[in-house]
């Protein structure tokens, strides 16, 4: 496949000017966090030093590690919460059969009509009469289960040889050791973008952190900032981008790792 | 006969047992976590609560029809509407051009690729602060350029000409890396072999943009722009780092105006009558696009 130069030209000039566009918000935040108060006031693009003052004073106002550490455990907690819980009743879905199954299948189907945001005041007061109010569980179990997680893990155990199954059933294999042994191993790219994709919507989760955390003891990160945005005044932004970057760094490396296995497997989900 | 007829049936509902076994967790959380909080908002949609948020009195439909007389919440439906159609159409566009560019197939493409993907990476709340600052009427970049250019300053999202607006702006910035990801996979997805004919024809790149990368990308935009309506209509984070709802409730979005209504001012009913609507909202929207989406989407 060619591709004439004029036209390779104009492309290449296509991709820069609106990845540029695309990327500034995030580079404009980056040159910030090395600010101090008179260089934002004085209106300058590029810090005069790129001295790490606004990163210490961010550790220093806010517990930012402890907030890190909270969104790591949250964050890894649902991703294997979700793994568990949903590639068990995705292998449930393909290789049990069962009276029953569309029934329940159509329960799964109808989670995702339901906005959680449309649930969210029974939840609160359920979290809160199980007295789970600043707890990790709190903040992660009613996110195990998950539709979208069963179907794409469904999709991908379709396509694993029916023979596998009657193989170990005449191997003596039991159903479990079956799923553990042989439908877990063969299925790791899905299980890896299901993984990666819950990891990241968690981190990133704002409404739920906030309406369960009253404290700082489990509170994430993204509340953190939120904290952070609205105690700086003035001319202490270079403090609150600093903060900023340090939250997004993980995501973005994830992001960056994963992209095209996340794409790959997003893009399968969507389709059936 | 029913003492030798019962290990048939032990014996033959085997499967169901096991299946259940697989399936507990999954129908417990969503027992718990999604059906009952959705029969309990609809049933406390009926009732004024104390602030327990148990129900007290009943009013039957009251709480709806206080709904529908109130301006507030008819402003926060409009308000909602137009942020909807801000943002959807634009986000949509743009993170289609952009999956095209990134998917021809030239040296150094796997970096615009991150790029334009990397807003998934980055949190509501985070790039709320940073449009925040961009915003602000003094330091932020927009005024400065602004004025740069001797034109007069706007008071981003202080002036409720200007603060839907706004925040659409940042919201589309930040679904863009999602959509695209999404676009990009579906492109990726299409036979070469049905361009390589095309091509043989001598047809241009716009005609083969129509006539084969459109119809084959439809499941694909199907999916997205069903995706995006949901995302579209759930937006909290960006409105309570940006604006809170103001100036003048031009922002006061749906979710904002339940979470508001049920956790600052503790008025449980009328929030879960609000909570239905967005319910209604969402059914009707998802059920609207697979209808639609059965005649016009061209499946492989």
Request: aromatic residues 16%; positive net charge; hydrophobic residues 50%.
């Amino acid at each position: 496949m060619t591709t004439s130069l004029p036209k390779k030209i104009w492309i290449y000039f296509l991709l820069i000017s609106t990845s540029f566009l695309v990327f500034f918000p995030v580079m404009y935040a980056f040159l910030i966090s090395f600010m101090t108060g008179p260089e934002l006031l004085q209106g300058k693009f590029l810090p005069q030093s790129f001295s790490l003052d606004n990163y210490i004073k961010v550790f220093d106002r806010l517990p930012l590690l402890n907030y890190l550490l909270n969104s790591f455990i949250v964050s890894v907690s649902v991703m294997l919460g979700q793994l568990a819980v949903c590639s068990l009743a995705a292998y449930a879905f393909v290789f049990i059969h069962f009276k029953g199954r569309d029934f329940i299948f159509f329960l799964f189907i109808s989670t995702m009509m339901i906005p959680w945001e449309a649930t969210m005041i029974p939840n609160k007061f359920t979290i809160q009469k199980l007295d789970w109010l600043n707890t990790y569980q709190g903040l992660t179990l009613p996110f195990f289960a998950l539709a979208f997680g069963t179907f794409l893990l469904r999709q991908h155990f379709k396509t694993i040889p029916k023979e596998l199954h009657e193989a170990s059933q005449i191997a003596g294999l039991s159903k479990f050791a079956f799923f553990r042994r042989v439908i877990l191993p063969v299925s790791k790219t899905s299980l890896v973008t299901l993984g990666a994709y819950g990891f990241l919507t968690t981190w990133n989760m704002y409404l739920w952190p906030l309406l369960i955390t009253t404290n700082k003891s489990v509170r994430t990160v993204q509340i953190g900032l939120k904290q952070l945005q609205s105690q700086e005044t003035g001319t202490e932004w270079g403090v609150v981008m600093a903060g900023v970057i340090v939250v997004i760094i993980p995501t973005l490396l994830l992001l960056f790792l994963g992209q095209k296995q996340l794409q790959k497997g997003l893009s399968q989900g969507a389709l059936k | 006969m029913t003492s030798l007829e019962k290990p048939g049936i032990w014996k033959k509902t085997a499967n169901g047992r096991t299946a259940l076994l697989y399936l507990l967790p999954s129908i417990l959380l969503f027992s718990v976590f999604v059906f009952y909080p959705m029969f309990r908002t609809i049933y406390l949609s009926f009732f004024l609560t104390d602030q327990n948020g148990d129900a007290a009195i009943w009013v039957g439909f009251e709480n709806y029809s206080y709904l529908l007389e109130s301006t507030a919440f008819i402003n926060s439906m409009k308000a909602t509407g137009l942020f909807v159609l801000y943002t959807v159409p634009i986000g949509i566009v743009l993170a289609l051009f952009f999956a095209l560019l990134a998917n021809e197939k030239l040296k150094g493409i796997g970096f615009f690729r991150t790029v334009y993907s990397s807003t998934m990476g980055i949190s509501v709340a985070a790039s709320s602060v940073i449009w925040l600052f961009m915003f602000n009427p003094s330091m932020g970049m927009f005024n400065r350029l602004l004025s740069l250019l001797n034109l007069p300053q706007i008071q981003w999202l202080l002036d409720p000409q200007w603060a839907l607006l706004s925040v659409s702006i940042s919201t589309i910035w930040m679904n863009i890396g999602f959509s695209f990801l999404i676009l990009l996979g579906g492109l990726q997805n299409i036979d070469e072999h049905l361009y390589e004919s095309s091509r043989i024809d001598g047809a241009g790149y716009f005609y083969r943009l129509r006539r084969i990368t459109l119809p084959m990308l439809s499941p694909t935009l199907f999916f997205i722009i069903t995706i995006s309506l949901i995302n579209a209509f759930q937006s909290f984070g960006q409105i309570d780092i940006l604006t809170q709802g103001g100036p003048s409730a031009s922002t006061n979005l749906i979710v904002y105006s339940i979470y508001r209504e049920a956790f600052i001012n503790y008025q449980f009913g009328t929030a879960s009558a609000q909570a239905v609507t967005l319910f209604i909202i969402i059914l009707v929207v998802t059920i609207l696009q697979f209808k639609l989406g059965e005649r016009r989407v061209h499946y492989q």
